[in-house]
T-cell receptor, first 113, second 115 residues
Framework: NAGVTQTPKFQVLKTGQSMTLQCAQDMNHEYMSWYRQDPGMGLRLIHYSVGAGITDQGEVPNGYNVSRSTTEDFPLRLLSAAPSQTSVYFC????????????FGEGSRLTVL | AQKVTQAQTEISVVEKEDVTLDCVYETRDTTYYLFWYKQPPSGELVFLIRRNSFDEQNEISGRYSWNFQKSTSSFNFTITASQVVDSAVYFCALTLLDSNYQLIWGAGTKLIIKP
């Protein structure tokens, strides 16, 4: 039972570099989302998707891009990394959209120097 | 605007003590959902409970219980006879039925259970 799989678990970038955080789920969930977690701030929604081909912005979308070409995959792209994007990123999926139980990946710790 | 407040940043108790984590929410909507999630030291986030605004029944699951009171806009979480494995950060979250798929998260309460 893989659930939600995120890669990589750790990444160090230099300012200005780009990268993609991968997220895949094998539960056939329509709803997927990306959060960032910063100390003392809880989780903040970056982008979400309610199905293949449909994405939308969350609370803090600037500097990030997403796509949803399949039900299973929901990659998060950092276009030009900045130190302010140093954070822990979580991918989550749900069968019940935002009102349902969220299944989270293990998280990806990103450091931007 | 919606808001979730977890005023207790950190709580430390000795094993076997009971402990209550507070969650106060703000919303003007009548249909909403409240959640608790657990984040153990390993880092993953684990769903604990969901409650909708029309169901004020308290819930008990083993040593865990939840007290939902609309009159005080609170959804508190109590662990009875705490154990070291309960040590984690606990998050309370709120979403509205018509919220553009946004969950509003509290800042979390770090619970430390000492042996």
């Amino acid at each position: 039972n893989a659930g939600v799989t995120q890669t990589p678990k750790f990444q160090v970038l230099k300012t200005g570099q780009s990268m993609t955080l991968q997220c895949a789920q094998d539960m056939n969930h329509e709803y997927m989302s990306w959060y960032r977690q910063d100390p003392g701030m809880g989780l903040r929604l970056i982008h979400y998707s309610v199905g293949a081909g449909i994405t939308d912005q969350g609370e803090v979308p600037n500097g990030y891009n997403v796509s949803r070409s399949t039900t299973e995959d929901f990659p998060l792209r950092l276009l030009s990394a900045a130190p302010s994007q140093t954070s822990v990123y979580f991918c989550a999926s749900s069968t019940g959209a935002h009102t349902g139980e969220l299944f989270f990946g293990e998280g990806s710790r990103l450091t931007v120097l | 605007a919606q808001k979730v407040t977890q005023a207790q940043t950190e709580i430390s108790v000795v094993e076997k003590e009971d402990v209550t984590l507070d969650c106060v929410y703000e919303t003007r909507d009548t249909t909403y959902y409240l959640f608790w999630y657990k984040q153990p030291p390993s880092g993953e986030l684990v769903f604990l409970i969901r409650r909708n605004s029309f169901d004020e029944q308290n819930e008990i699951s083993g040593r865990y219980s939840w007290n939902f009171q609309k009159s005080t806009s609170s959804f508190n979480f109590t662990i009875t006879a705490s154990q070291v494995v309960d040590s984690a950060v606990y998050f309370c979250a709120l979403t509205l039925l018509d919220s553009n798929y946004q969950l509003i998260w509290g800042a979390g309460t770090k619970l430390i259970i000492k042996p």
